[in-house]
C-alpha cells in the first residue's frame, strides 16, 4: 500500500508565492520519475513540472521561470516552489509517482495524490 499526500495549497494574493509538497509513505522501495500536475477550473488536467530519479527537471511553458520542483529522496518528498503567482495558476494541483514497490521482482506502480487547491486571487 502506497500513499501520496500533497500539502501546502492556499488562497494566495497575485504575486505571492506557496510551496507545495508531496510526501510519499507505504511500500515503497525507490521512487522513480515523479510530476505535479494541475487542473483549472472547467480545465483538463495539465502537466505543470517533473523530474527524474536523477534530478533532471522539465516545465510547462507557462510556468517556466516562476516554478522550481524539487525532490528529497531520502524523506521520499517532492515539492514545487512557486513564485510570482498568478490568477491562471488557480487550480487543484495533483503529485503523480513512478515508485518501485516491495514484492516480487519490485513492481512499479504508477500513483496519484487527492490533490490542494490553490487559489490565486486579491
Known amino acids: 500500500q502506497v500513499q501520496l499526500v500533497e500539502s501546502g495549497g492556499g488562497l494566495v494574493q497575485p504575486g505571492g508565492s506557496l510551496r507545495l509538497s508531496c510526501a510519499a509513505s507505504?511500500?515503497?522501495?525507490?521512487?522513480?520519475?515523479m510530476a505535479w500536475y494541475r487542473r483549472p477550473p472547467g480545465k483538463e488536467r495539465e502537466v505543470v513540472a517533473a523530474?527524474?530519479?536523477?534530478?533532471?527537471?522539465t516545465y510547462a511553458d507557462s510556468v517556466k521561470g516562476r516554478f522550481t520542483i524539487s525532490r528529497d529522496n531520502a524523506k521520499n518528498t517532492m515539492y514545487l516552489q512557486m513564485n510570482s503567482l498568478k490568477p491562471e495558476d488557480t487550480a487543484v494541483y495533483y503529485c503523480?509517482?513512478?515508485?518501485?514497490?516491495?514484492?516480487?521482482?519490485?513492481?512499479?506502480?504508477?500513483?496519484w495524490g487527492q490533490g490542494t487547491q490553490v487559489t490565486v486571487s486579491s
Open positions: 507505504g511500500s515503497i522501495f525507490s521512487l522513480k520519475a
Open positions: 503523480n509517482a513512478d515508485i518501485l514497490t516491495y514484492g516480487l521482482g519490485y513492481p512499479q506502480y504508477n500513483y
Open positions: 523530474i527524474t530519479s536523477g534530478g533532471s527537471t
